[in-house]
């Protein structure tokens, strides 16, 4: 079946660090694939996405190619700020638009 | 503002008692979900609505129901037989369930941190 594997955090970073979020996935097809990002007490923001195979979604200096060879969407980010500490969830659109998630990796940005 | 709305934010419920969440839109979205969070882990689905008047069980059903009477609202109710209730509760929207492009993305509220005492 459909699954999403995210490396597991805390993720501790300085600020200006470069980040990068392993994300993994298994899948039939080619399904559309999603970061979204939750700050603490909130619900989802959709960060980014991706619909096939070699697009890269970008948004708010967060980027993520969607490479089929690997099954892979990392996120990365060239210089991360305090306020990027949140937990990032990587997803995948299986049947009926169901939504499959990794179980998440929280990051920490200190000054 | 277009957005999704969740109430209440935080809610309290003895054992025993049925309780629902609030979800209401305002996107004109067709298809509605409601997922339910436990710390450390992703969402896992309970229901979907894909129009008004239908709806269907996701991974997680046994102990929640729901109602799609109107576009713009989808209630959950957590029944007394969940066992175990205790988690955040999101809601989600899109504008359409299958289309399996820009629209099938799915938009969340704030959430409904339910706590059993």
């Known amino acids: 079946g459909n699954s999403v594997t995210q490396m597991e955090g805390p993720v501790t970073l300085s600020e200006e660090a470069f980040l990068t979020i392993n994300c993994t996935y298994t899948?039939?097809?080619?399904?559309?694939l999603f970061w979204y990002v939750q700050y603490p007490g909130e619900g989802l923001q959709l960060l980014l996405k991706?619909?096939?195979?070699?697009d890269k979604g970008s948004n708010k200096g967060f980027e993520a190619t969607y490479r089929k060879e690997t099954t892979s969407f990392h996120l990365e980010k060239g210089s991360v700020q305090v306020s990027d500490s949140a937990v990032y969830f990587c997803?995948?659109?299986?049947?009926?638009?169901?939504?499959?998630f990794g179980a998440g990796t929280r990051l920490a940005v200190h000054p | 503002d277009g957005g999704i709305t969740q109430s209440p934010k935080y809610l309290f419920r003895k054992e025993g008692q049925n309780v629902t969440l609030s979800c209401e839109q305002n996107?004109?979205?067709?298809?509605m979900y409601w997922y339910r969070q436990d710390p450390g882990q992703g969402l896992r689905l309970i229901y979907y609505?894909?129009?008004?008047?239908?709806?269907q069980k996701g991974d997680i059903a046994e102990g929640y129901s729901v109602s799609r009477e109107k576009k713009e609202s989808f209630p959950l109710t957590v029944t007394s037989a969940q066992k175990n209730p205790t988690a955040f509760y999101l809601c989600?929207?899109?504008?359409?369930?299958?289309?399996?492009?820009?629209?099938?993305?799915?938009?969340f509220g704030p959430g409904t941190r339910l706590t059993v005492l």
């Open positions: 996107l004109n979205h067709d298809a």
């Open positions: 997803a995948l659109r299986g049947g009926y638009n169901k939504l499959i």
């Open positions: 991706a619909t096939k195979a070699d």
């Open positions: 899948a039939t097809g080619y399904p559309s």
């Open positions: 609505s894909q129009i008004v008047n239908d709806f």
């Open positions: 989600a929207s899109s504008a359409e369930q299958t289309s399996g492009g820009p629209t099938d993305t799915q938009y």
